[in-house]
């Protein structure tokens, strides 16, 4: 039998973007990020990236949802701050150090219920 915690849990998102942070972590620096990262999604008339997000103790994996093709994979080394937005409670967002420029990234999702994105963040949350 698998372990799902050790092998990873897997939730169905739509991506919304990526800004840059200053800050590794911090809950006023996240609020500001997501709501950059709302609002030039909503300017865009482009559709979402469907992902496929794995939470493991390993760290973050996304893959494409149609292609099943591999987009990232971030070690739990480089992931300083995970969290849920208070204002859209469907949005799931964390805040990791780039693997190619090291600079500080705030990557957003959307979740179609509430429920993925507290468990996604609960297994994340230190």
């Known amino acids: 039998m698998r ?3 050790l092998e990873g849990m897997c939730f169905t998102l739509k991506y919304l973007g990526m800004t840059l942070v200053e800050k590794p972590k911090g809950e006023d620096m996240a ?4 709501r950059r990262i709302v609002a030039t999604a909503r300017v865009g008339a482009r559709k979402f990236q469907k992902v496929i ?5 390993r760290g973050i994996s996304l893959q494409d949802a149609d292609t099943k093709e ?5 070690s739990i080394y480089r992931i300083s701050y995970c969290t ?3 204002l859209q409670n469907k949005v799931f967002a964390y805040v990791a150090q780039s693997q190619h420029s090291g600079a500080l990234e705030c990557h957003a999702f959307l979740s179609p ?7 996604s963040h609960l297994l ?3």
């Open 3 to 5: 372990e799902p915690l």
């Open 31 to 34: 609020a500001a990020a997501i």
């Open 53 to 57: 997000l794995t939470v493991s103790p």
């Open 70 to 74: 591999m987009v990232e994979n971030i």
């Open 84 to 86: 849920t937005d208070k």
């Open 113 to 119: 219920k509430k429920k993925i994105v507290s468990t």
């Open 124 to 126: 994340l949350a230190p």
